[in-house]
């Protein structure tokens, strides 16, 4: 079965972020691109199959299961950690990158012409079809002659389809919905991921103007380093027989050189095991053709699974935890053919010289060539037994304790880590034997497990592996003895200051650090020389967090170097010393060039003495002009700490600071620069000063879409009631993110005035300006937006419906009452989900009845939401009803029924919600718990604990309802990771609309 898009982890986190009120924005935005390359992706992507049919599937099926290869591929805490223009970077690259397969057949005659493709005759393999070609156009055979011909072209295809796709993205983006994202950015950044698929990682990790590991795209972060070479990976784990489907290889046939081979490999795969945990690819092949292809295959996944965990280390955000790749592969009948051998060639020279991080891509380069080696004794064929899973050492202790004495040492190396994440005693003798492994990895990952188990028995054996001979084991440990915090460490860690290897010295300055002992000041002063800027750096932070006074004359020293990271981490050092001697230098760095350094060296002002005369004015520029927000936010708190520690009454700076920054903001909405325009507008909405509006008004002509949208939300912002007309004009705009943000803020300011325009932009040809009309709508004081409402009640856009059956709920008025309530039955489970949710708005005890019939509906998210509304209404009569809903087969309509029954306040539902503290899923605990306490009975909070968002959740569809946003801005905020007391922004899709 093919999977869908509304299932993939990505796509979800994007859907979820839509309301979260920091980047909800760009999310809807991207949603909306995203059903823009849907709905025109599929037929041009179709006739890949069409023009080369030996290909074997790549079809939009095979970009959604990239997607969701990728998503599988992420812990909880990377996904969560990945922007809305990340997700999107994802979804549309896994969805344009095969664009350039696509050829009509018109273009073949000028590919034929080219020099590239006459310099294929210089293959050797491909020489026989250009012969048969000609051939059989001499002898009249037209078929055999296109045949050759087709096979030639899409050759030529195979080797530049990855630029292809990049050059279409940027050319095309009307065509593609990429212009809806209004930034060119984006588009780039598209391509490059695109592009990157058909490059040498040697290219990804050297070109960082192409792939930079830190971009800012409409405000979001993006790493694109790391979404090309995940791209990569997830193209590569589309293994299995949904890509070769015989009856599409039957009217493919005859296929030519390697493609049998290549659509036999796909059918002897099984569906790869991806999770954060393990990747592993089990296949039977029926030929040593199919076996060495796929084998080649796989250790190209292997590299760039490699690749992918060397780039996320070097990243604050990103953390890849599956380990080397594992591969099976065997003939289907023992004994058929000889396998063939690895041919794995890892071309480490790639990282030569870089950063301190390339050691460590180094070391897994090592240990993946080793363990891929079929001839040695590392082989996953090798290995007996089943392999650990992080998962499976949790529940049993022993079994993992036994695989440590395997004989395999990947297999030592797996339980080593999966035992230092489970924190169990138990393993700490057995972790200290393998600190004397024969393989480095292996003591490397024991001595990284007895940090996280933190028992006192470890230091011994710790601090003898701060002397092996390799420099990694000899990191592991100083990183190890920082987390066992014992003053016993410290001596052995201050001679590691003095070790030839750079990444050593850095941990064990840092773990000197922790132990905050003054007597390693000295050694640690003499590391801030270090030739290695980061073991300098480690050193400035340890002075910092000992505080000792006599490292601030050294660290003042340190503030010319060139490398930001020690200056900005000497300027944090300083200020978590706090003496008035480094005063003066401090200043100077408020200009700093580097945005960091000017950050801390705000943040160090805050806490070092010195005149405030001199410090509030640098403090207050750097507050309103820093081109950085970071920046300018660090001089805000500094400037709060001072002025509370002299006693200025914070009203009266406010508001002179107000003042200032509306000063530089007005001239600025006439800058030649639309990006300052588009920043001023954004600040004085943020200053929401009504004196502003007619300078934002006159800015709405702006030629720029972005700047007017900016200008736009800004008046939203302010309220004013003189930019209605403005908005309304705003509502024709040729920008659909204009014309979004005008019927915003029109239903921000609630006049009366809007309601005609908005009713109409309720079919605007932009969906999501027609929900955004429908929920400003809902604000309007007008009787005729009550009839438009509920007209489109009855659009087939259910996104539409939804959002109208929301603002009918606004206004409560007992005629929509009917209307909402038949939407109960309606065919489609978001609408029934949100009419329930509508009901208890209008407090008529005829909505009982059907809701209670609505606790049986065949889809748990109505269910659950039947179950909140009923709690809602606080009627006693329901309490049988929630009472058999506790016993919900799924844990959402649980966790619902647990809470209304707290609100419904009968003492009956005490016995059953205790008896929910044992459920197995630990949300429904927590929400019982809090309904117990709602109905007097003490549960103390540290009895139930609800987990993050993804935390302890399987893969089934069921637990899958965890991702979809529930009823309220209590459980919108669960999701989204907003705060309780967050201001709804409008209603939830509880299933979205197809």
């Keep these: ?246 009856l599409v290889r039957n009217i493919a046939e005859p296929l030519p050189g390697e493609s049998p081979a290549h659509w036999g490999l796909h059918r002897a795969v099984r569906p790869p095991t991806v999770n954060p945990q393990q990747i592993k690819i089990v296949a039977r092949c029926e030929t040593r053709q199919e076996h060495a292809l796929l084998q080649a295959w796989c250790e190209w996944l292997r590299q760039e699974a490699l690749y992918l965990s060397a780039i996320a280390s070097q990243s604050p955000r990103m953390s890849i935890t599956f380990g080397v790749p594992e591969i099976d592969i065997q003939p289907k009948v023992p004994g058929s053919y000889q396998a063939p051998q690895s041919e794995l060639e890892l071309e480490k020279t790639h990282f030569d010289g870089h950063t301190p991080q390339d050691a460590l891509v180094q070391r897994i380069f090592e240990v993946s060539t080793h363990a891929a080696d079929p001839g040695s004794s590392n082989s996953a064929s090798a290995q007996a037994g089943p392999a650990v899973e992080q998962g499976q050492v949790a529940n049993d202790i022993d079994a993992a304790l036994l695989t440590l004495r395997s004989t395999a040492p990947f297999k030592r190396y797996q339980s080593s880590r999966a035992l230092g994440q489970t924190g169990d005693r138990r393993a700490v003798v057995p972790l200290i034997s393998r600190l004397s492994d024969g393989e480095w990895f292996v003591r490397s990952a024991a001595a990284e497990a007895l940090g996280q188990i933190g028992d006192a028995r470890a230091l011994d054996g710790l601090v003898c592996a701060l002397r092996d001979g390799d420099a990694s084991v000899r990191a592991a440990a100083a990183r190890a003895l920082r987390q066992l915090g014992h003053p016993g460490a410290v001596g052995p860690l201050v001679h590691r200051l003095n070790d030839h290897a750079a990444n050593v010295r850095s941990a064990a300055a840092a773990a000197l650090g922790d132990l905050g002992d003054a007597r390693v000041v000295q050694p640690l002063i003499d590391r801030l020389g270090d030739n290695s800027g980061r073991v300098a750096a480690a050193a400035a932070w340890a002075l910092g967090s000992i505080s000792d006074p006599r490292a601030v004359r050294p ?27 480094a005063f003066e230098v401090l200043m100077k760095r408020l200009k700093d060039e580097h945005a960091g350094v000017r950050g801390f060296a705000a943040w160090a002002l805050g806490r070092t003495p010195g005149p405030p005369s001199r410090l509030l004015p640098e403090l207050h520029q750097l507050a309103t002009t820093d081109p950085e927000e970071d920046v300018r936010q660090e001089a805000r708190g500094a400037i709060s700490t001072i002025e509370d520690a002299w006693g200025v009454p914070r009203l009266s700076r406010d508001q002179a600071l107000a003042r200032q920054r509306i000063g530089r903001a007005i001239p600025l909405l006439r800058s030649e620069h639309p990006h300052e325009r588009q920043e001023a507008a954004a600040t004085l909405g943020e200053l929401r000063d009504v004196g502003t509006a007619d300078a934002l008004i006159d800015a709405l002509r702006d030629e720029v879409a972005r700047v007017r949208e900016a200008v736009v939300d800004a008046l939203g912002h302010i309220r004013n009631a003189r930019a209605v007309p403005a908005l309304i004009e705003a509502l024709d705009d040729e920008s659909s993110r204009v014309r979004r943000r005008a019927a915003e803020a029109l239903g921000a300011i609630g006049d009366s005035r809007a309601a005609d325009a908005l009713i109409r932009h309720l079919g605007d040809g932009d969906q999501l300006v027609k929900v955004s009309a429908a929920l400003a709508l809902g604000s309007i004081p007008e009787p005729s937006s009550v009839d438009a409402l509920l007209s489109a009640m009855d659009d087939e856009d259910a996104f539409l419906n939804v959002y109208a059956m929301w603002s009918l709920g606004q206004k409560a008025e007992p005629r929509c009452f009917q209307a909402i309530l038949s939407r109960l039955s309606h065919s489609h489970a978001a609408i029934r989900a949100a009419a329930a949710i509508e009901l208890p708005k209008f407090r008529d005890s005829r909505a009982v009845q059907p809701l209670i019939a609505a606790l049986s509906d065949n889809h748990p998210c109505v269910r659950a939401d039947a179950a909140y509304a009923l709690g809602e209404m606080a009627e006693r009569a329901t309490m049988a009803h929630l009472l058999r809903a506790l016993e919900d087969p799924e844990p959402i309509v649980r966790v619902q029924a647990a809470i209304a029954l707290g609100k419904v306040g009968n003492a009956a539902a005490v016995e059953p919600l205790l008896r929910l503290l044992d459920d197995e899923h630990p949300r429904v605990c927590a929400r019982a718990a809090e309904s117990l306490r709602l109905l007097g009975l003490p549960v103390s909070p540290a009895d139930t604990s609800s987990p993050p968002v993804g935390e302890g959740e399987g893969q089934e569809a069921a637990a899958d309802l965890w991702e979809i946003v529930l009823p309220r801005s209590e459980h919108r905020s669960d999701v989204a990771k907003a705060p309780r007391d967050a201001e709804p922004l409008g209603p939830p899709f509880i299933i979205p609309p197809s």
């Design 1 to 246: 079965m093919a999977i869908k898009l509304e299932g993939t982890a990505l796509y979800k986190r994007l859907l979820e972020l839509q309301e979260d009120a920091t980047w909800g924005p760009n999310a809807k935005l991207y949603v909306g691109a995203v059903q823009a390359h849907l709905d025109k992706l599929p037929a041009l992507l179709e006739r890949i199959s069409n023009t080369f049919p030996h290909y074997t599937s790549h079809a939009v099926d095979h970009s959604v299961t990239i997607i969701d290869r990728m998503g599988r591929c992420l812990p909880s805490d990377t996904l969560a950690a990945l922007t809305s223009t990340e997700i999107y970077i994802l979804i549309a690259g896994a969805l344009l990158h095969d664009l350039g397969m696509v050829v009509p057949e018109r273009e073949y005659t000028e590919i034929e012409t080219q020099d590239s493709f006459q310099a294929l005759r210089a293959d050797t393999r491909l020489q026989r079809f250009f012969e048969a070609a000609a051939e059989a156009v001499e002898t009249g055979d037209v078929w055999v002659a296109a045949f050759n011909r087709r096979y030639l072209i899409a050759e030529w295809v195979r080797r530049r389809h990855a630029e292809r796709a990049a050059e279409l993205v940027l050319q095309l983006p009307e065509e593609l919905g990429v212009a809806r994202c209004d930034d060119p950015y984006i588009a780039e950044a598209i391509a490059n991921v695109c592009r990157a698929h058909g490059f040498t990682n040697r290219v990804l990790l050297t070109n960082a103007n192409e792939f930079p590991r830190s971009l800012l795209v409409r405000d979001d972060e993006v790493d694109v380093a790391f979404c090309a070479v995940l791209l990569r990976l997830g193209d590569l784990l589309d293994l299995g027989h949904e890509r070769a489907c015989p």
């Design 555 to 581: 660290l003042m020293a340190r503030l010319n170097e060139e490398h930001p990271g020690l200056r900005g981490t000497a300027v944090w050092a300083l200020g978590k010393i706090g003496d008035a001697e």
